[in-house]
T-cell receptor
Framework: GAGVSQTPSNKVTEKGKYVELRCDPI?????LYWYRQSLGQGPEFLIY????????DSGLPNDRFFAVRPEGSVSTLKIQRTERGDSAVYLC?????????????FGQGTRLTVV | RKEVEQDPGPFNVPEGATVAFNCTYS??????FFWYRQDCRKEPKLLMS???SGNEDGRFTAQLNRASQYISLLIRDSKLSDSATYLC?????????FGSGTKLNVKP
């Protein structure tokens, strides 16, 4: 399909391990967002890319979280030394541009469980 | 203070009822406004954009009041399939800010 694709759909990991979450945005979309959603809450902003660069990473909770988008398309969210509190659904969204009134299209998310 | 605040509900209404949700936003410089719908264990999907002049899409009407910094969504003739969580979304400086969502349960 032509939508935003996220892999894996589910990830269970042990506390302290490293994980990578992948997002493949809609082709041609220059803006890419990572959000985190906990049960009963709305999505919480983590980081925004415009092209290859992280235009705003103010939502990353601490230095265990890092994201890259080296070629301006696929993005990887990396979490080091995972903690149980990192358990959530990680959503990726893309948008044709980062400004204006264009909507964001979401992937189905990666459900991360840290045990 | 949160960027976007919504009543979490749930709103439990019978089929055919009219139901309204409001949300408020804190940044008066916010640029764009949306309502998203999220079904259980699914990703958010755009329901409609919200314009200052108000806009309607079938049974759904959205309004924006910039002076009071609130956004509303009205659903007429509720259907069972309208049961979902409705997320109020505000765009500031290229970032989308989400409310915590309002849960709607439409009962037969």
């Amino acid at each position: 399909g032509a939508g935003v694709s996220q892999t894996p759909s589910n990830k269970v990991t042990e506390k302290g391990k490293y994980v990578e979450l992948r997002c493949d945005p809609i082709s041609g979309h220059t803006a890419l967002y990572w959000y985190r959603q906990s049960l009963g809450q709305g999505p919480e902003f983590l980081i925004y890319f415009q092209g290859t660069g992280a235009a705003d990473d103010s939502g990353l909770p601490n230095d265990r979280f890092f994201a890259v988008r080296p070629e301006g398309s696929v993005s990887t969210l990396k979490i080091q030394r995972t903690e149980r509190g990192d358990s959530a659904v990680y959503l990726c969204a893309s948008s044709p541009e980062g400004t204006g009134s264009t909507e964001a299209f979401f992937g189905q998310g990666t459900r991360l469980t840290v045990v | 203070r949160k960027e976007v605040e919504q009543d979490p509900g749930p709103f439990n209404v019978p089929e055919g009822a009219t139901v309204a949700f409001n949300c408020t936003y804190s940044n008066s410089a916010s640029q764009s406004f949306f309502w998203y719908r999220q079904d259980c264990r699914k990703e958010p999907k755009l329901l409609m954009s919200v314009y200052s002049s108000g806009n309607e899409d079938g049974r759904f009407t959205a309004q924006l009041n910039r002076a009071s910094q609130y956004i509303s969504l009205l659903i007429r003739d509720s259907k069972l399939s309208d049961s979902a969580t409705y997320l109020c979304v505000v765009m500031n400086f290229n970032k989308f800010y989400f409310g915590s969502g309002t849960k709607l349960n439409v009962k037969p």
